[in-house]
């Protein structure tokens, strides 16, 4: 079996944040033909005009050309110009049969990670070498589960189709739904996802979980007028002002005894120095919520608040969709498939059925279109002790349960190919 622990070592060293994922794209396109895939990405494997929150063009130039430098301009990276880093691999059996998908997601947070000693990947010299971006959610061990399994896929000694679907920005419900729109789950009678750890410890599988949260991720900007705050300020529009309004009424809206929610105003940017009337402020916000309805009429406040902030203050203002999620329901079938093959595995002590999620995943996306389109879908946890909680600088995977993880879908794959 491919080593899965050294790639994870690798892709952890060189985290990439969603849309951004040059380097790590290209080293999965690169390993997938080595294998002999057939190897959709670029504009083949996504719609890049139905993406959210699609960085700056300077942030592309700038992560493109880093990364060109380093590998040399390649084929397989041009075609990722402008932030095309999905990528879907697919390999057909002996004989004919049905498509089964795998759901991989590759992108990093925007967090620094942790040089102390205790840390492992510090301890182990596999820390992040990229300043303010590290794998702190465990999608470097899902990267390389999905290519240690390709590895295994290889001989083709199985009947239908086999797809692999890597996909960029997951963090922040971003990546999967251009994805879906291009078409790549629509031939497909079976989808696996899963996540490692998300509270369950080493040894333990969920075959499904629940508690998907619907998310709807905003920007929003107040455009005002600049003056002197000492000798003008009556002359200016404070656009920190507006935002600051809209943040506190937003922050207070009300929970619903109806369903679980969640509200966040997460950055606030405004003003450039302390004598002068900000001219222009932004924030970031998401609502949440078990209900895609009441997530709807969350958004639906929002904007109202950042509308009325705005006109309160005179300022300019406007809204921007910059991710989304929604919620899923797990095959009872399919789960029953995961449950006798985890039942089997010697290093899987206890199987659930479920495991309450209870955050957002763009991978429902997937899972609708499948289920839409007469097809079956589950997401799967796989246990990991950790270190520290998801998104935490000393957030680390247990490396002993990568190789189970690959081995339960290969299982998975032999059942259901045939």
């Given amino acids: 079996m491919m080593n899965v622990i050294e790639l994870r070592r690798d892709f952890h060293r060189h985290p990439e944040v969603g849309f951004t994922e040059f380097r790590t794209a290209s080293k999965i396109v690169g390993i997938l033909q080595s294998l002999g895939y057939q190897v959709l990405y670029g ?33 397989d990276l041009s075609k990722m110009k402008g932030g095309l880093t999905a990528i879907v691999g697919i390999l057909q059996g002996h004989v ?36 303010g971006v590290m794998h702190a959610c465990g999608h470097d061990g899902h990267s390389a589960i999905g290519l240690a399994f390709a590895k295994n896929m290889a001989d083709k000694n199985f009947a239908g189709t086999l797809k692999l679907i890597f996909q960029p920005a997951e963090e922040g419900g971003r990546g999967a739904y251009a994805m879906v729109k291009k078409g790549v789950v629509d031939d497909v009678d079976r989808l696996f996802c899963f996540h490692l750890g998300m509270g369950l410890p080493s040894g333990e599988i969920s075959a499904g979980v629940n508690d998907f949260l619907a998310s709807t991720k905003l920007k929003a900007f107040f455009k005002g007028v600049s003056s002197h705050a000492g000798c003008a300020p009556e002359q200016g529009r404070h656009a920190l002002v507006g935002a600051a309004t809209a943040l506190l009424n937003i922050q207070a809206l009300p929970r619903y005894s109806t369903a679980a929610t969640r509200i966040n105003v997460g950055t606030l940017h405004g003003g450039n120095s302390v004598n002068i009337i900000p001219a222009y402020a932004e924030m970031e916000l998401e609502t949440r919520s078990n209900s895609p309805e009441v997530n709807e009429e969350l958004e639906h406040r929002v904007r109202k608040i950042i509308e009325h902030s705005g006109i309160m203050h005179d300022l300019e203002y406007g809204i921007e969709v910059i991710g989304k999620t929604t919620i899923a329901h797990c095959d ?62 000393k957030f680390d995977l247990d490396e002993e349960v990568l190789p189970v993880a690959v081995q339960l879908l290969t299982r998975l794959a032999k059942r259901t190919l045939q």
């Avoid at 795998?102 to 070498?129: G, K, M, T, W």
């Avoid at 089997?344 to 429902?364: L, N, P, W």
């Fill in 43 to 75: 504009d083949d494997a996504m719609d890049a005009d139905v993406r959210f929150g699609v960085p700056s063009e300077q942030v592309f130039k700038d992560t493109y050309e880093n990364v060109a430098k380093d590998l040399g301009e390649q084929a």
């Fill in 96 to 131: 004919e049969g049905p498509t089964v998908a795998y759901r991989f997601d590759i992108d990093a947070l925007p967090v620094a990670e942790s040089n102390e000693i205790d840390h492992a990947p510090a301890q182990l010299d596999f820390r992040s070498n990229h300043q």
């Fill in 332 to 393: 009872s079938d399919m789960m029953t498939l995961v449950e006798e093959e985890a039942e089997t595995m010697a290093d899987i002590k206890h199987v659930r059925k479920y495991h309450s999620f209870g955050a957002g995943e763009d991978a429902t996306f997937f899972m609708n279109h499948v289920q839409k389109m007469g097809g079956q879908a589950t997401y799967m946890v796989i246990g990991s002790s950790l270190k520290a909680p998801h998104h935490h600088e």
